[in-house]
């Protein structure tokens, strides 16, 4: 079955820098668009960056460049870097399979939390 295991998330300063990882399972990694989500307290979750099979990339407003998705298909992960961050980031972070604008499964990881102080 799918399994997606996010992690790299923490505690930074405003303006500091966090890497994210999610190491996915149970289907063909290469051949989807992987995609980063995150939901603050009280708030829908919202998409944050779409990869491509490609390698193509596209980004929420509030996020682009600061922040940067990438992939490695030898090893079924995703990435996100997040550069410059502010404490309106401060979210749990989830990846999923993309499919269009939604997400590609139903069931999500644990997500890792990312808190930015002021």
């Known amino acids: 079955q799918v399994q997606l295991v996010e992690s790299g998330g923490g505690l930074v300063q405003s303006g500091g820098s966090l890497r994210l990882s999610c190491a996915a399972s149970?289907?063909?990694?290469?051949?989807?668009?992987m995609s980063w989500y995150r939901q603050a307290p009280g708030k829908q979750r919202e998409l944050v960056a779409i990869?491509?099979?490609?390698?193509?990339?596209r980004y929420a407003d509030s996020v682009k460049g600061r922040f940067t998705i990438s992939r490695d298909n030898g090893k079924n992960t995703v990435y996100l870097q997040m550069d410059s961050l502010k404490p309106e980031d401060t979210a749990v972070y989830y990846c999923?399979?993309?499919?269009?604008?939604?997400?590609?499964?139903?069931?999500w990881g644990q997500g890792t939390q990312v808190t930015v102080s002021s």
């Open positions: 999923n399979g993309q499919s269009g604008l939604a997400p590609l499964f139903a069931s």
């Open positions: 149970g289907f063909t990694f290469r051949n989807y668009a």
């Open positions: 990869i491509r099979s490609t390698g193509s990339t």
